[in-house]
């Protein structure tokens, strides 16, 4: 009972903390565009009221002072303003703290002049910023913009809470009847740590859901109110100064709150942490947890001895890996990743995109050759063809070198295995220098024999070709040398046996030789594979994937996602998909040839 009512709390916490920081994170997203919206209308309405002003001859000074006497009337004057002229080069009026005016403008003060030039002719352009909701709008006479009114929104325009207190008390009520039934009931107990976590996600995804609608309306109804009181001010200032203003009041629609949260990415997130709390719950209520504490506490010398090694893989394997994984599910670039996760969360949007590619080109247009499943396929071909090759290669160099009385065999053991010696990187590169069109080595012997030299890298065969040949001179020692430890461990009455029955050599290696190195080749053989599948290098540094990245390979398309058009979610839900095609395989292979067994035997 003890360990349920712990699986049950720590599952718990994982959730609602986890949907508390989000909802506010999406409820502070819905409230920033509404902050802008307010922004935009002020900005506009100042601006209204400048142009006319100044059409009617008005002085920046009082202008400036309309402009300030609006936002007092209509309850903004906490809001932040300035008022620059464009021909004078000047700041006409400001209420910015220690900010002189007026006041000829700095030279480093040239951004505000230049924005004015950005400006639309019509209405506002808004800048988000740490102060507050930051819009500006130009001042237009005879068509032209003369100046500008900036405004920094500092008062915040809240709205609702997207879950209201009763329902929490609901939620809250509806955890404590089902811990009490799942506490009383033991057979429950164990599943409610699984349970409990993915309902109260799920509820809170729908409580959320329905008041999206509700609270977006009593924002909007607010957003309009603050509308109306700074037009009704504008207006009211405008008259007492002898100016007539013209138009409607300015009516925001429900497209300034309505895309603020997307209901469905906070609703896929509040999922996905009840997904986390049931895994947290499970482990506890399961006895893996209490597994794992009594295993630590039972030997505690050898975790001390062992937890130097664990701290390092935590601190450069593990946490990578699953910061890499939460971040699959974002649309983080270069631009935005400053932003709060709940703004960049997008759920499984990465991952559809990268699956759902069935963008092929054709019909007319260039093939693509960034398609997904296209790198996919020559990433299958790369590594079968190159794991045969160095198989064959690492084998075939393994029987010779193991011919018993072979003179000079310690020479060839060393020549052989240098490939294997030299960084890759080294490697790669004097390949690359090798496959040159002019000046390379191979292109000069096939002139040396009367042949044409080959431009390797304009065609996606020759150039595939290249990548092949390099990884097949980097990949076939370690085989080699698998291989010929596993054949001197044969017993050489076998093949004596053999021979006396009348076995060919064929049959000798078909039905001794093979058999005896399948225990080593076997892993060997997995391992290569996952090599194989992610070879960074050659392929980098030798063809760099060409022609046109059609001779790509999933790892080197995944970075290139990722430092060259710097979308570091995409790239990094790439990556997570690569490791799943290499986990999936290893178990299958694993599974399917027995290779651990065998070596245990």
Wanted: proline share 4%.
């Amino acid at each position: 009972m003890k360990r349920n009512l712990s699986a049950i709390f720590f599952a718990l916490l994982m959730v609602i903390s986890g949907a508390v920081f989000f909802l506010q994170q999406a409820a502070q997203h819905r409230d920033e565009a509404a902050s802008g919206a307010v922004a935009l209308v002020t900005a506009s309405d100042l601006a209204k009221l400048g142009s006319a002003g100044l059409t009617a001859g008005l002085s920046d000074q009082t202008i400036g002072v309309m402009m300030a006497d609006v936002l007092k009337r209509s309850g903004r004057d906490g809001d932040r303003y300035r008022l620059v002229m464009r021909n004078g080069k000047q700041l006409a009026a400001s209420n910015w703290p220690g900010e002189a005016a007026p006041r000829p403008l700095n030279l480093n003060e040239k951004p505000l002049y230049d924005l004015i030039l950005g400006l639309p002719m019509e209405g506002a352009k808004l800048k988000p910023e740490a102060l507050g909701a930051h819009a500006a709008a130009p001042l237009v006479v005879a068509g032209q913009r003369v100046g500008m009114v900036e405004i920094v929104q500092t008062s915040k325009t809240s709205g609702p809470a997207l879950i209201s207190p009763l329902q929490w008390g609901a939620i809250g009520l509806g955890i404590l009847v089902l811990a009490g039934l799942a506490l009383v009931q033991p057979k429950l107990g164990a599943w409610a740590g699984l349970a409990l976590p993915l309902g109260v996600a799920f509820v809170l995804g729908q409580f959320t859901g329905a008041n999206l609608a509700t609270t977006s309306q009593l924002l909007l109804d607010n957003l309009n109110s603050t509308a109306r009181a700074v037009d009704e001010a504008m207006r009211a200032v405008a008259a007492s100064n002898g100016l007539t203003l013209a138009g409607d009041v300015a009516r925001l629609d429900s497209a300034v709150v309505a895309g603020a949260v997307d209901g469905a990415a906070l609703n896929t997130s509040l999922l996905f942490l009840g997904g986390l709390g049931a895994l947290i719950g499970g482990f506890i209520s399961f006895g893996a947890a209490s597994a794992t504490w009594r295993a630590l506490t039972e030997n505690p010398t050898a975790y001390a001895y062992v937890a130097p090694a664990l701290i390092g893989m935590l601190a450069l394997a593990f946490f990578p890996f699953f910061y890499g994984f939460i971040l699959s599910f974002t649309d983080t670039t270069l631009l935005n990743q400053g932003a709060s996760w709940s703004d960049r969360w997008v759920g499984f949007a990465n991952y559809a995109s990268i699956l759902g590619d069935f963008n092929f080109g054709g019909n007319g247009a260039a093939f693509n050759y960034q398609n997904f499943y296209w790198t996919l396929g020559v990433t299958i071909v790369w590594t079968v063809s190159n794991v045969v090759l160095g198989v064959a290669i690492g084998l075939g160099m393994a029987l010779l070198l193991n011919i018993k009385g072979l003179r000079g065999v310690a020479i060839y053991r060393t020549l052989l295995i240098l490939p294997w010696a030299i960084p890759n990187y080294i490697t790669a590169l004097t390949w690359k220098g090798m496959f040159h069109p002019q000046f390379g080595a191979i292109n000069q012997a096939i002139q040396a024999f009367g042949g044409q030299p080959v431009q390797w890298f304009d065609s996606v065969g020759p150039s595939f070709i290249t990548g092949l040949a390099t990884n097949a001179w980097l990949s076939f020692p370690f085989m080699m040398v698998v291989a010929l430890g596993a054949l001197q461990a044969v017993d050489e009455d076998m093949y004596e046996a053999a021979r006396i029955d009348g076995a060919s050599p064929w049959q000798q290696f078909w039905l001794i030789t093979l058999p005896s190195l399948r225990p080593a080749l076997l892993p060997a053989i997995i391992v290569s594979v996952v090599w194989t599948f992610n070879m960074f290098n050659v392929i980098y540094l030798v063809s760099a994937g060409q022609p046109s990245g059609a001779n790509e390979i999933l790892v080197t398309r995944a970075y290139r996602i990722a430092f060259e058009e710097y979308r570091y979610g995409y790239a990094a839900a790439y990556s997570v998909v690569i490791f799943l095609i290499l986990l999936i395989y290893g178990v299958f292979q694993i599974r399917a040839t027995s290779a651990t067994e065998a070596n245990n035997k």
